[in-house]
T-cell receptor, first 114, second 114 residues
Framework: GNSVTQMEGPVTLSEEAFLTINCTYT??????LFWYVQYPGEGLQLLLK?????DKGSNKGFEATYRKETTSFHLEKGSVQVSDSAVYFC?????????????FGQGTRLTINP | SAVISQKPSRDICQRGTSLTIQCQVD?????MFWYRQQPGQSLTLIAT?????????ESGFVIDKFPISRPNLTFSTLTVSNMSPEDSSIYLC???????????FGPGTRLLVL
């Protein structure tokens, strides 16, 4: 079945550091890929997405490129801020499975220190 | 994007009781989803709810424990029945934005079972 694997956390960085959170996936079809963010005490918010190979999703300074050859969708940001502290979830949906079911990775907790 | 609200936002319940969680969206949607996020864990899909038909449950979840209603295109409820401490989780509903190929999430209901 479909699955998503994220780098283990927690990740702690200093402000203005470069961020990479690795995400790889396994899918039987041609999935869409997503990054969601969960700020403390809140629900999930869509951060960015990509629907086909070589697409780049971007939002709020975050980027991720859909790499079919490596089955990856790594999240990057050039200069993180304290306000980026949150839990980040990589997810996929595979239309070949019918409904738009989302399969989530385990989440990566990010803490940014001033 | 759709605006989704959930009630209650949090609750503390005694074991053996049941709690019904409401999910309201500000536009008509075909598919709604219910997820569970156990403490420190990722999200797991409980079921998919389409208006006018019975919900479709994922492996490991049954209707007797998690009955779902979907009376119209803007509303759904999830009941957590005969609760035990293991049901302590965040329960989130989401809606499928077919045009954007994206799901949007409600703020979640934080449930603690004593």
């Amino acid at each position: 079945g479909n699955s998503v694997t994220q780098m283990e956390g927690p990740v702690t960085l200093s402000e203005e550091a470069f961020l990479t959170i690795n995400c790889t996936y396994t899918a039987t079809g041609y999935p869409s890929l997503f990054w969601y963010v969960q700020y403390p005490g809140e629900g999930l918010q869509l951060l960015l997405k990509a629907t086909k190979a070589d697409d780049k999703g971007s939002n709020k300074g975050f980027e991720a490129t859909y790499r079919k050859e490596t089955t990856s969708f790594h999240l990057e940001k050039g200069s993180v801020q304290v306000s980026d502290s949150a839990v980040y979830f990589c997810a996929l949906s595979d239309p070949s499975q019918g409904a738009q079911k989302l399969v989530f990775g385990q989440g990566t907790r990010l803490t940014i220190n001033p | 994007s759709a605006v989704i609200s959930q009630k209650p936002s949090r609750d503390i319940c005694q074991r053996g009781t049941s709690l019904t969680i409401q999910c309201q969206v500000d536009s008509q949607v075909t598919m709604m989803f219910w997820y569970r996020q156990q403490p420190g864990q990722s999200l797991t899909l409980i079921a998919t709810a389409n208006q006018g038909s019975e919900a479709t449950y994922e492996s490991g979840f049954v209707i007797d424990k998690f009955p779902i209603s979907r009376p119209n295109l803007t509303f759904s409820t999830l009941t957590v029945s005969n609760m035990s401490p293991e049901d302590s989780s965040i329960y989130l509903c989401s809606v499928d934005d077919v045009a954007r190929g994206t799901q949007y999430f409600g703020p979640g209901t934080r449930l603690l079972v004593l």
